[in-house]
């Protein structure tokens, strides 16, 4: 009898969740589900789990080797792109088949008031001249340090600037954040919901990445006639690229065999 086919799915995404219960209990495959351990609370796969990094290239090396395994399916988030760069590196170093699962990009439709930013960084610089006063931060809770000078200066108009930042984890203790209030919240959200939300609040702004999935946020900003700065996606590494589970296990099973 043939030996399971060991797949190690680095996870983090809606989609990676989907993807690990449809592959639990598959006849073919012993699936080890990966979550960095950046949510405090993830909702967890079924099936073998690992939390923690890996320790860059060479222990992702050693772990494949160590558990045997013979691919990997990365469907982290969008803008992972460290993870992704070492999953490429350490798969192809050990000739391990990967393909990379991400969600298609949000495209900006007609009326749409999108500003494209090459980072957070840019982002923050471009803020520096734009009069907006009431700003909606939708990024998590890694990159805020970028907004704290802009919390502390007044607009170009002389008003003072406010963020509205929303997580679904609170920042580590002794995170500077830029002045406004802190929302912890998970989605999903409804395009009602958001539109509440920034009419509460009085935003004039939307600052989010290019994740992908749920634009709900962006319907309401839309429909509110907001400007968005739109985070655009680091580039992927070579390689196969899926853009849905279902894609994802066609791959799967055709690297079971």
């Known amino acids: 009898m043939a030996r399971l086919r060991n797949l190690l799915l ?5 989609e990676a969740l989907r993807l690990a219960r449809e592959l639990h209990g598959h ?8 979550l960095a351990g950046r949510t405090e609370v993830p ?13 860059g290239v060479e222990g992702l090396t050693d772990y494949l080797s160590t558990e045997k395994i013979d691919l990997v399916l990365d469907a982290t988030h969008p803008f992972a792109a460290q993870m992704a760069r070492h999953a490429h590196d350490a798969c192809r170093l050990l000739g391990i088949p990967r393909a990379k699962l991400v969600r298609p990009a949000w495209v900006a439709a007609p009326g749409d008031r999108w500003s494209l930013m090459p980072s957070i960084a840019a982002a923050a610089t471009f803020l520096r001249f734009h009069p907006a006063q009431r700003i909606f931060l939708a990024i998590g809770r890694q990159d805020l340090g970028a907004f704290v000078p802009l919390g502390e200066e007044d607009t170009p108009h002389g008003h003072e600037r406010w963020f509205l930042i929303r997580s679904i984890d609170p920042p580590a203790a002794g995170t500077a954040l830029p002045r406004g209030e802190l929302l912890l919240a998970r989605g999903p959200f409804t395009p009602d919901d958001e539109k509440a939300l920034m009419q509460q609040h009085r935003i004039d702004l939307l600052v989010t990445r290019n994740s992908g999935g749920s634009a709900a946020k962006i319907a309401a900003a839309a429909e509110l006639h907001l400007p968005v700065l739109m985070i655009e996606r680091p580039p992927l590494p070579p390689g196969e690229v899926l853009e849905s589970v279902s894609a994802a296990l066609s791959w799967i099973n055709i690297h079971a065999v």
């Open 27 to 34: 006849g073919r495959l012993r699936c080890i589900s990966s």
């Open 43 to 55: 909702e967890q796969p079924p099936g073998e789990l690992r939390v923690g990094g890996f320790g």
């Open 10 to 14: 680095l996870g983090g995404t809606g």
